[in-house]
T-cell receptor, first 113, second 110 residues
Framework: DTAVSQTPKYLVTQMGNDKSIKCEQNLGHDTMYWYKQDSKKFLKIMFS???????INETVPNRFSPKSPDKAHLNLHINSLELGDSAVYFC????????????FGPGTRLTVL | TQLLEQSPQFLSIQEGENLTVYCNSS?????LQWYRQEPGEGPVLLVT?????EVKKLKRLTFQFGDARKDSSLHITAAQTGDTGLYLC??????????FGTGTSLTVIP
């Protein structure tokens, strides 16, 4: 019974391509997040959605576009991939915007060649 | 961006030893969390501390929030190989947005 799932687990692609990462949570949570973890293991928030509405948008290139078709899903689309986009991307969810308990997915390792 | 510096960055110890990991910032946080992340997986929440000076114990792990709510420590007693992992602190601002620390990679050698 996976709580927060992401697909794919691994993604290898060429520079300039467009790719998407999908995230689903079956916890009934209202809030979902995308984080980026770089090669030094630094984890930084990118976006936060509450009930399909964007509430946090950190300084992220506009090549990154999150989409939330419903509150159980938050997908991340990346246009014109660059070498610096290589990282592990984590999806997370929490019950409420004000909740301090976040549940993380297993991550998607993106490698841009 | 509110920076949380963790020290040490890497730690390798023998099973049975004690260790302390520190998380420091110049910013005040409304709450602070500690996570453990194992290779190939996402971080898992260990504890949340919210009151300055608060101490929480989770079996062999002791967490403390600084009086000024700017720093925290994680102490592990009698480390076991299962404690191996990446330990991350995360501080929440008043908008409940979390900023993660720089991480401490712990290896416990049998």
């Amino acid at each position: 019974d996976t709580a927060v799932s992401q697909t794919p687990k691994y993604l290898v692609t060429q520079m300039g391509n467009d790719k998407s990462i999908k995230c689903e949570q079956n916890l009934g949570h209202d809030t979902m997040y995308w984080y980026k973890q770089d090669s030094k293991k630094f984890l930084k928030i990118m976006f936060s959605y509450n009930n399909k509405e964007l509430i946090i948008n950190e300084t992220v290139p506009n090549r990154f576009s999150p989409k939330s078709p419903d509150k159980a899903h938050l997908n991340l689309h990346i246009n014109s991939l660059e070498l610096g986009d290589s990282a592990v991307y984590f999806c997370a969810s929490s019950p409420l915007v004000s909740s301090d308990t976040q549940y993380f997915g297993p991550g998607t390792r993106l490698t841009v060649l | 961006t509110q920076l949380l510096e963790q020290s040490p960055q890497f730690l390798s110890i023998q099973e049975g030893e004690n260790l302390t990991v520190y998380c420091n910032s110049s910013s005040v946080f409304s709450s602070l969390q500690w996570y453990r992340q194992e290779p190939g997986e996402g971080p898992v929440l260990l504890v949340t501390v919210v009151t300055g000076g608060e101490v929480k114990k989770l079996k062999r792990l002791t967490f403390q929030f600084g009086d000024a709510r700017k720093d925290s420590s994680l102490h592990i007693t009698a480390a076991q190989t299962g404690d191996t992992g990446l330990y991350l602190c995360a501080g929440a601002n008043t908008g409940n947005q979390f900023y993660f620390g720089t991480g401490t990679s712990l290896t416990v050698i049998p």
